[in-house]
């Protein structure tokens, strides 16, 4: 190419640039619309004069005061309800509700040419990138270690699209979470979205702990949702430990912020699973707990008038649920995948309780915590007889799954006859098959049994399993 056609080339694109810039400055932006704060019932913030979507995020400003941020959950006629994400003191009648909008997108130079205008996207962004490993973090993106400002990370929208089901992969491949129990009679899949049912005060932290340190995954995903806040840093110390968080991201909501902070470190820390899976990682997403998750829902529904319905949980707590849970699993065409663990709590050990009973119809498995094995001192305290992994047949060989029906059996036979067992009545001889339970009844509770800084790979336990099964 000659010397002139390269100046010919080059000048068009400055042309056409400062075609865009002149274009851009031209272009009127749209009005900025403001509301008036009006009513302030419980949780909930009135506004009048504003005409904005759900979900978008205002700000309401009161002089002297820092704005206080809050997100469109209803409306009624020219009433606006909103939720606000902190505290609400100070805040009175006429204060200004201003929604929050993207900043304007200037041209760039190389770029295709195109009309510029401001985005009128107004739903939450909140920074996602490599820089979060190791780090925790609030439901607003704000560290809470006190090592300093996140860094490495990009503002992303809070909200994705969901996958297509038919553009997802299957669960066919078997996932090492270190935990015997779970690796050799309840086989989680890679991509399986599985529930974690227990009372409170059975282990379940340490069990989430277990699997954060020992499970095969590439990047780790922790949402402490509405739990207390004493808890967030016994769990990130005591139990996953330096070695799991270097690979981890932690979202901490605690139990006395707002319900809409809490339902957003939820959906935030499954962005940022989906945005480490959309880059063909494999994430482990351990959420605790999906309980408090759909308790912040029902503050926000009661509050905006929404009727109750089962046991006090609105329809809309139910909605929330499949789309949460939804978003987990594999990814586009093998782009990686998210297994996911949900902790529900079981109100008085109810596991007909609303949210339990909803959950395990959504959840591809549930584990069941129980307290008599707690008290027992067996941990951890896996109850086998009543759990269940819905996928396990998918992943695991014939040969794996014929001893863990073998040990199942056993396992019932012994239950069954155990009051007769301690009450001396047991004779051997009469049945062969309780015979066998009772002499393999030590190997079993060693085979359940773990202690928390013993990993159990994912081989060793099938094939202590198969063993345990072939004895006779």
Same mark, same amino acid.
């Given at each position: ?173 078997? @996932? ?31 069990? @989430? ?264």
């Amino acid at each position: 190419m000659s010397g002139a056609s390269v100046m010919n080339t080059a000048s068009d694109k400055w042309l056409r640039y400062l075609d865009d810039l002149h274009n851009f400055a031209s272009s009127p932006l749209p009005l900025e619309t403001q509301g008036t704060l009006v009513r302030v019932a419980g949780l909930v913030l009135e506004a009048a004069g504003i005409r904005v979507p759900v979900g978008s995020v205002c700000e309401v400003r009161m002089e002297g005061q820092p704005p206080v941020l809050a997100e469109v959950v209803g409306f009624a006629g020219d009433r606006a309800y909103l939720m606000p994400t902190g505290e609400v003191h100070g805040l009175a009648s006429g204060a200004r509700v201003v929604p929050r909008s993207t900043p304007v997108a200037a041209p760039v130079l190389g770029q295709p040419s195109h009309p510029w205008r401001r985005s009128e996207d107004r739903t939450r962004h909140l920074p996602i990138g490599d820089g979060l490993l190791g780090r925790v973090i609030d439901s607003h993106g704000q560290p809470m270690d006190r090592l300093g400002p996140v860094s490495h990370v990009h503002n992303e929208p809070l909200v994705r699209r969901p996958i297509n089901a038919m553009d997802r992969d299957p669960v066919r491949e078997p @996932l090492d979470t270190g935990v015997r129990a779970i690796n050799a009679m309840l086989t989680v899949g890679r991509g399986q979205r599985i529930g974690l049912f227990a009372g409170s005060g059975v282990g379940k932290s340490v069990l @989430l702990g277990m699997m954060a340190k020992y499970t095969a995954a590439d990047v780790i995903v922790v949402g402490l949702i509405g739990e207390r806040g004493r808890e967030v840093k016994e769990f990130i110390e005591d139990i996953l430990g330096e070695e799991g968080l270097a690979r981890a991201v932690v979202v901490a909501a605690p139990a006395d912020a707002p319900p809409l902070t809490r339902m957003q470190g939820a959906s935030y820390a499954t962005a940022i699973a989906e945005h480490f899976r959309d880059r063909g990682k494999h994430v482990l997403l351990l959420m605790d707990s999906l309980t408090r998750y759909a308790m912040a829902q029902r503050e926000i529904a009661l509050a905006i008038g929404e009727p109750p319905a089962t046991k006090g949980y609105p329809p809309s707590c139910f909605a929330k649920l499949p789309q949460l849970v939804e978003r987990s699993g594999n990814g586009l065409n093998g782009c990686g995948s998210i297994t996911a663990f949900y902790t529900v709590l079981s109100e008085g050990d109810d596991q007909q309780d609303p949210i339990a009973d909803a959950a395990r119809a959504i959840l591809d498995g549930h584990i069941v915590l129980s307290r008599e094995l707690a008290e027992s001192g067996h941990y951890p305290a896996i109850d086998i007889e009543r759990s269940a992994s819905r996928v396990m047949h998918n992943v695991a060989p014939p040969e794996h799954l014929d001893a863990a029906r073998r040990f199942r059996q056993l396992w019932s036979r012994y239950n069954k006859a155990r009051d007769l067992i301690q009450l001396g009545a047991y004779a051997p001889g009469h049945d062969a098959e309780l015979d066998t339970a009772v002499r393999s009844h030590h190997d079993m509770l060693a085979l359940l049994r773990q202690d928390m800084h013993d990993p159990a790979p994912l081989d060793h336990s099938v094939l202590q399993l198969r063993q345990l099964a072939a004895a006779r």
